[in-house]
Structure formats: C-alpha cells, structure tokens
C-alpha cells in the first residue's frame, strides 16, 4: 500500500473554509482551526495526519465491523467497477450482485422477511420504511392507518422523515416544522426514567405506554411501531428483560407493522445477525445499513415479510419510489464480501462468545469509580453514565450534557475514539476487536475519569 503525504495544515485550512463537517458546531470547527484531518487507518486504528494512532472504539459510527484496511473489499469494487459500474433498477433490470446480494440477506434474516429493498444509507431506508409502510395499508384498503408509534430519544436518521419519526429533541428543534403522522412514547431507559424502579415494573410500564397510545390514537389509525432493537445513537439503552416479546405481542394484538431499525445492530454487533434474532422477536420490516458494508460503500436495505409483499402483488400498480443508486452493483458487490468475511471468520460468534463477555467483564472494572453511575453492555455495544453523586442519576451541573463531552475529549487525547451522548460515554468498536484492545479501551476511560474529576468537580460547584 502506497502511503501518501498530506500537508495537514493546508487541509485544516480548506476544511473551515469550503467543507461543513454533519452535525457539527460550525463556530467551533472554526475556532479549533479545522477538523482532525483522518489520512489512514488499519484494523482497529486511526491514524491522523499529525501521526496519532487512536484506537477507533466506534468503529468508525458503529460500522466497520471487519475492521480497516481490508483489501479483499476494495479487490471487490474495483472487479465490479471493472465489469459493470453501475446500473439501475427503474428500467425493470438488475445487476447480478444486487440479486446476490438480496438473496444472501435474505438467508441471514430467516424465512419471515425474505424480501429486500435497496438504498444509500440508514435515512434512505427509514424514508423507505416509512412509505412502504403507507403505502400498504392504502393498498390492504385501510387508508386511515397512517400513524407510526416511535419512542422519545429514538433516532431514525437526519432527513425531515427521519427526524419526524425519530425522537431526538435537539434535532427535532431545528428544521422544522416537522411531518404530520407520528407519536412518540417513554423509551426504556430505565437509568434515566425509571430508576431505582424494579425491571419488571420498568418494563410493564414501557410496554403498557404502547398500547395507551394506540388505544389513544385509535387502534384503525395506527400503521406501525418502530424501535432499534438497542437505542445507539440515544446513549446505548439496552431494554430491560422481556421488553420486545412483550412490545410485539402488543402489535399483533392491535393487528399494527411492526418495525426494527436495525442500523446499528444488524450484522453481529449483538452477537447475532441481527438484533430481532437476539430478543427473539418476528418483525415485518426491518431497516439496515452500516455493517452491511463495514462503511466501505454507501449502501442499506430494508428486509419485507412476505404477506406485504404478497398484498402489493395481489393489489398491483407501481411502488413509485426509489433512488438512482438504489441496488448499486459496485456497493452490493461490497457488501457481499463484507458478509464473507464476517461468515469466514466467524465474527459474529466470536462477538457472542468471546469478545462481547469480555467487553462486559471489562467495563465492570469502572463500576465502583465515584463517578460512574452504571456500566452497561450487549455484545459489542458498551456505555458508561457519569454522574455527580454515585448512587444516583443525578448530573454534573444539574443538566445533561456536561460532563460527557469533557471526558471524551479526555479519552481522544489519550488515543481512543469513544463518543459523548449527553453524559454517557458510549462505545461499538470493530468486531475484529481484540481483549488486549478491549483492555486498553477500558483503560483509557479510567484514566479519563481519573484526569476529569477537578474539572467536573468545578461544573457541580458552578
């Protein structure tokens, strides 16, 4: 591999003036001079153009699940670009690895969903799910099913659509006004809403809150529930113990889709295929993306079950969506290697078996620091809350968000990549990952926690 030089300072400067980095605080890429500009990157690490290796414990944004650097995926886009580069769908063709493809995921998400529509990234299949979804009912004949129950703190993507179904108050603020056609109810966090609160108890009561909403809708109203199997990007909430049976017999109950967004967890990070599998639930749509392609190529899909499909046969006439990349032969060629790697290597076992118990053990080391107010993990998906006073959710400064961003920072100096959601630090690194690299992950946060205490301690006092 051929390592090119970079003039860094140059990049920095061209980054403030002609880039705007997502989600980002524009005055103070500005301020810092630039971003960190990222040259390279190999297995678990990245590495910056001043030469910093920085352990990558988000897998890039909970996606790299082979890790970086693997040629046999770049092999597997320059022979498809060299073959066929790109066709369409809309013409009633399809390139031989888009097929391939959908029928290999259909294998890995089982008899129920044998079906798969392609897309670019995590928003464009939740647009997707959020029209199929509509656009089935019209034509089962129940028009008035328009509503999709999502809950409080959900994320579900950036477009309008997106944001309008997902629950994210920051985003949800700006952009709007938002989509008509969607509810929000509690999400199952017990830490933060129930705690102290016994899990059965916790978990009732998150499940009775669907139902009051569909019965406060009109169950005729209601196409849909949505949920991530894990809440990711919402600061890893894991539910508590029996939550998604329950929450499904509550959909087959009132005759409603339900829906599992499984752009985070799909493709092992639980130590399953997918996150439906892990808690034993059957849903009707599911969205995927990320580790479909370890975020090599742009690429998602979103996994129908036959009696949708069956309905839109039945009925006939066009499903008037789709996108020009749509079932891309390069990123589905990508993507079937990627799964070959994960098969080979047999990561998503090792993640059950191995690595996902050794994170857990881990993570309890910073149990009993002053600072933490719970550890928590499903297979490689890790957080950590900060609190104020231990024994408590109470925060630093008496509202979230300040003491979280401090010791990421921390953590980033000291060279590994976790990420802040509010006050806890969350972390979903490579399933390539190592226990040694695991270690160093959990180190680095304790000395984090160590180096941040005056700080923080200053913001209490404030």
């Known amino acids: 591999m051929t390592i090119r030089n970079h003039d860094i300072a140059a990049l920095r400067r061209l980054d403030v003036a002609h880039h705007l980095p997502a989600q980002q605080d524009y005055r103070l890429i500005q301020e810092m001079g630039g971003s960190r500009i990222i040259t390279r990157a190999e297995g678990a690490t990245i590495i910056d153009g001043d030469g910093n290796r920085i352990l990558d414990a988000m897998a890039g944004l909970?996606?790299?699940?082979?890790?970086?650097?693997?040629?046999?995926?770049?092999?597997?886009?320059?022979?498809?670009?060299?073959?066929?580069?790109?066709?369409?769908?809309?013409?009633?063709?399809?390139?031989?690895p888009t097929v391939e493809l959908a029928a290999k995921l259909a294998s890995l998400l089982g008899p129920g969903l044998p079906h798969l529509f392609f897309?670019?990234?995590?928003?464009?299949?939740?647009?997707?799910?959020?029209?199929?979804?509509?656009?089935?009912?019209?034509?089962?004949?129940?028009?008035?099913?328009?509503?999709?129950?999502?809950?409080?703190?959900?994320?579900?993507?950036?477009?309008?659509?997106?944001?309008?179904?997902?629950?994210?108050?920051?985003?949800?603020?700006?952009?709007?006004?938002?989509?008509?056609?969607?509810?929000?109810?509690?999400?199952?966090?017990?830490?933060?809403?129930?705690?102290?609160?016994?899990?059965?108890?916790?978990?009732?009561?998150?499940?009775?809150?669907?139902?009051?909403?569909?019965?406060?809708?009109?169950?005729?109203?209601?196409?849909?529930?949505?949920g991530e199997p894990v809440q990711g990007a919402g600061g890893v909430i894991i539910p508590p113990a029996g939550y998604w049976p329950r929450i499904e017999a509550v959909c087959r109950k009132y005759g409603i889709l339900l829906v599992c967004d499984e752009v985070i967890c799909g493709f092992g990070r639980l130590g399953d295929w997918f996150g439906f599998q892990h808690y034993g639930v059957s849903p009707d749509i599911v969205s995927m993306a990320k580790g479909l392609s370890s975020g090599y190529?742009?690429?998602?899909?979103?996994?129908?079950?036959?009696?949708?499909?069956?309905?839109?046969?039945?009925?006939?006439?066009?499903f008037i969506h789709g996108y020009t990349y749509s079932g891309h032969p390069t990123a589905a060629a990508v993507a079937l290697a990627n799964i070959a790697i994960?098969?080979?290597?047999?990561?998503?076992?090792?993640?059950?078996?191995?690595?996902?118990?050794?994170?857990?053990?881990?993570?309890?080391?910073?149990?009993?620091?002053?600072?933490?107010?719970?550890?928590?993990?499903?297979?490689?998906?890790?957080?950590?809350?900060?609190?104020?006073?231990?024994?408590?959710?109470?925060?630093?400064?008496?509202?979230e968000g300040k003491a979280g961003p401090i010791l990421r920072d921390l953590c980033i100096e000291n060279g590994?990549?976790?990420?802040?959601?509010?006050?806890?630090?969350?972390?979903?690194?490579?399933?390539?990952?190592?226990?040694?690299?695991?270690?160093?992950?959990?180190?680095?946060?304790?000395?984090?926690?160590?180096?941040?205490?005056?700080?923080?301690?200053?913001?209490?006092?404030?």
């Open 62 to 96: 909970w996606c790299v699940q082979v890790g970086y650097g693997r040629e046999e995926l770049a092999r597997a886009a320059y022979d498809q670009m060299c073959e066929l580069p790109y066709y369409n769908s809309f013409f009633k063709t399809a390139p031989v």
């Open 119 to 226: 897309n670019n990234s995590g928003s464009e299949a939740i647009d997707t799910v959020i029209r199929l979804i509509r656009h089935y009912w019209t034509q089962k004949g129940e028009r008035g099913r328009q509503i999709i129950i999502a809950r409080e703190n959900a994320y579900h993507g950036s477009t309008i659509a997106g944001v309008s179904l997902g629950g994210m108050g920051p985003m949800r603020a700006q952009g709007g006004p938002l989509l008509p056609g969607f509810s929000h109810i509690m999400q199952p966090y017990r830490f933060n809403e129930g705690f102290g609160e016994d899990e059965e108890a916790f978990c009732a009561r998150a499940v009775t809150a669907l139902e009051t909403r569909i019965l406060e809708l009109g169950p005729d109203n209601v196409a849909a529930f949505i």
């Open 297 to 318: 190529v742009p690429i998602s899909a979103v996994g129908v079950a036959g009696h949708i499909v069956e309905t839109l046969r039945a009925v006939g006439g066009p």
């Open 342 to 399: 994960i098969e080979r290597e047999g990561l998503v076992e090792r993640t059950r078996i191995e690595t996902g118990p050794y994170l857990a053990k881990a993570l309890q080391r910073l149990a009993d620091h002053p600072l933490v107010g719970e550890v928590r993990s499903v297979g490689l998906l890790g957080a950590v809350e900060i609190v104020a006073e231990k024994g408590t959710n109470r925060r630093f400064g008496g509202k």
């Open 416 to 462: 590994v990549m976790v990420r802040a959601v509010r006050d806890t630090l969350v972390m979903s690194p490579p399933l390539t990952v190592t226990p040694a690299e695991i270690d160093r992950i959990v180190d680095v946060i304790a000395s984090a926690l160590d180096q941040g205490a005056d700080a923080l301690a200053g913001i209490a006092a404030s």
